[in-house]
């Protein structure tokens, strides 16, 4: 599929087909994806928990969601596939400790912008698109923080480790669209701006 027909096929998908799972090889394509994704100073501080097994995905729901269950959960539960990409601080505080970069003391303060979060969202941005040109639907949704005790302890995850949200993927159903969409999407004109601030690309 073409760049530009997938970026503006790309929207967030809430239901699915629950008896079509997910190729092997397709999941594998999505994660070789999702490293290629750029990370300041290669660091590459992602780690990606890959929930195939209908067990895991069940063990996965209970502990990130709340106990009501609604239109939009019973379709997200569906999916045969959800992708947790997480972030590593520390990797990117040493690799900057490194030679080639200098900044022995690992502070913190020197990252006024979380890369390591960035980056592990470029990588889910290409989770999506690529779940697009694979011809399936894909959501990215947070797991509330105050199930992330549970969520670690569900599956073993390391506290250096941060999910920064979650990705279900799956063949599409139908579902009805956002009422967010109502809002419209803001015009390159409105976001954009040439050579100052102010004025209109």
């Known amino acids: 599929m073409e760049l530009d027909r997938v970026v503006r096929r790309r929207r967030m998908v809430r239901n699915y087909d629950a008896d079509r799972p997910i190729p092997g090889e397709v999941v594998e394509r999505l994660l070789e994806y999702a490293v290629h994704a750029p990370s300041a100073g290669f660091s590459q501080g992602w780690g990606f928990l890959v929930l195939t097994d209908a067990g895991d995905r069940d063990l996965f729901w209970r502990a990130c969601s709340p106990e009501v269950t609604t239109p939009w959960s019973e379709g997200m539960q569906r999916a045969p596939l959800i992708i947790v990409p997480h972030s590593n601080r ?51 949704f947070g797991i509330p923080p105050e199930r992330f005790d549970a969520y670690r302890a ?34 390159v004109a409105d976001v954009a701006h040439r050579g100052r601030w102010g004025r209109p690309y």
């Not at 022995?104 to 697009?132: C, M, N, Q």
């Not at 993927?169 to 579902?175: F, L, M, Q, R």
């Not at 669209?177 to 015009?187: H, I």
């Open 90 to 140: 520390d990797m990117y505080l040493s690799r900057y400790a490194e030679a080639d970069k200098g900044w022995t003391d690992k502070d913190e303060a020197r990252w006024p912008v979380p890369y390591w979060h960035i980056d592990a969202g470029f990588a889910s941005l290409l989770v999506l698109l690529g779940a697009v040109d694979a011809e399936l639907g894909a959501c990215f």
């Open 154 to 187: 569900a599956f073993d995850v390391p506290v250096e480790f941060t999910p920064i949200g979650a990705i279900s993927i799956g063949y599409p159903a139908p579902d009805r669209r956002s009422p967010s969409l109502k809002r419209g999407r803001r015009p």
